[in-house]
């Protein structure tokens, strides 16, 4: 009983079950509820117990349970008789009566008393005979147990002494890979034999069961030298090459589906020649895979910024790889020349709009310069023609409102006809001024 399980007293658990607490105590002493008594003698029932009973219902008291006996009341002390009268005959024959039933329980439990002693003495005379049943029995197994055990020593050593010679017999470089396998098909071999058969029958057997379980390893040694063929077929760079690694893995898997797919009975000499074909797309990756980069170690534009290098470089490598694996050298070099001649087209085109750009900007500061040297005549021109209230300070702000203006309007001109003297370009702000104010 788990000492932190809710529990209930004796009386609590008789009255939710609906039995006495006389019943009830009586299952508790033999064993058939669960529960636990105090140091006072109180017997405390979990109430999981009382559940379990509720559900499944009350046992009865099992019949060799002893009623505890009340004792006997002392006979009264002889006392005098406050009786007014003698008994009457129906309390006498009462007592009479009780007396008897009481006799009578008396003789019942004798009767039952004497009965659970022969049961007992029964029971004991049927333990001491089973005793010496299981004592016989007991010995007869362990008689036969050492003749089987010596038995199976005896033929334990014959299997591996030929264990150890079928394990001798292994070629080098198999044992760790076929010990397991070939301990097996022996003991399979062995297990339908006596020690007591001809040796020679035995060897017979125990080499052919080594021969079946070192044919899978032979075979996968045959494999392997196959697929190692066929991957030896490849450049250095990809057999031992980290940029390779994912072309080299590709090759490993092409040459592994390729032999373990060919026919069973295939000899060694099929399943080289099919690894070696399997690889050979993988050879002509590289192959192209080289001749792209060799490509793109020889491109530059002339005139071409480093960005437009990078991006010519990057082009030219798009096309290479639009190409098919296996394209020719000629369509390689054309692919390249195509992508080149578009960006050196680019450049020229943009170097002569560059150079058009440039030459305008040269035309416009020698426009510029010649419109800033005849600039002043503004000012001569305000001077002489025009008269303004303020004096200098009125004329000033005019002039300088109209310098820029006049200049812009001169530089235009000058660009479009280079030809005009100093003569005309003081002329012509005259005229501009005129048209301004």
């Excluded at 190692?228 to 080299?248: H, I, T, Y």
């Excluded at 020889?298 to 082009?315: L, P």
């Amino acid at each position: 009983m788990n000492s932190k399980e809710p529990a209930l007293r004796i009386g609590q658990a008789a009255a939710q079950l609906g039995v006495s607490v006389h019943h009830l105590r009586q299952l508790c002493k033999c064993g058939l509820v669960e529960a636990e008594q105090s140091p006072g003698g109180q017997w405390r029932i979990p109430t999981s117990e009382i559940a379990r009973l509720a559900s499944e219902g009350v046992p009865a008291v099992p019949s060799f349970i002893e009623e505890p006996q009340p004792e006997l009341a002392a006979p009264a002390p002889a006392s005098r008789s406050n009786r007014l009268a003698p008994p009457s005959p129906a309390v006498i024959g009462a007592v009479e009566d009780a007396e008897i039933e009481e006799a009578t329980v008396r003789r019942k439990e004798s009767t039952v008393h004497k009965l659970r002693l022969e049961l007992e003495e029964q029971d004991v005379q049927d333990q001491l005979e089973a005793r010496e049943r299981r004592q016989a029995a007991l010995e007869a197994t362990e008689r036969q147990k050492a003749e089987r055990a010596q038995a199976e020593q005896l033929r334990r050593k014959w299997l591996d002494e030929w264990i150890q010679y079928a394990l001798r017999s292994l070629p080098y470089g198999a044992h760790r890979e076929t010990e397991l396998e070939v301990h097996a098909a022996v003991q399979d071999a062995l297990a339908s034999l006596q020690p007591n058969q001809p040796k020679y029958i035995i060897q017979r057997l125990v080499d052919a069961a080594v021969e079946k379980a070192l044919h899978p390893w032979k075979r996968q040694q045959e494999i392997k030298r196959a697929i190692e063929s066929g991957m030896n077929k490849l450049a250095w760079d990809v057999r031992f090459g980290s940029q390779f690694a994912p072309l080299k893995q590709r090759a490993w898997e092409a040459a592994v589906a390729a032999v373990t797919g060919i026919r069973a009975e295939a000899s060694y000499g099929e399943m080289e020649t099919a690894a070696i074909q399997a690889v050979q797309p993988m050879i002509q990756e590289y192959h192209h895979v080289e001749a792209c980069r060799t490509a793109l170690l020889r491109i530059y534009v002339s005139g071409a910024t480093w960005q437009e290098q990078e991006e010519v470089k990057e082009a030219v490598r798009n096309a290479l790889s639009a190409l098919p694996i296996g394209a020719t050298q000629k369509q390689l070099d054309n692919a390249k020349q195509a992508t080149l001649a578009a960006f050196e087209a680019e450049v020229a085109k943009r170097q002569k709009a560059a150079a058009l750009e440039a030459e305008q900007q040269r035309k416009r500061r020698d426009a510029q310069s010649k419109v800033n040297w005849q600039l002043d005549h503004i000012e001569h021109y305000l001077q002489q023609e025009y008269e303004f209230d303020d004096g200098y300070f009125e004329m000033a702000q005019e002039r300088d409102r109209l310098r820029p203006l006049i200049s812009e309007a001169l530089v235009e001109e000058l660009l479009e006809d280079p030809n005009m003297d100093a003569d005309d370009i003081r002329g012509r702000i005259e005229e501009l001024v005129d048209d301004e104010i």
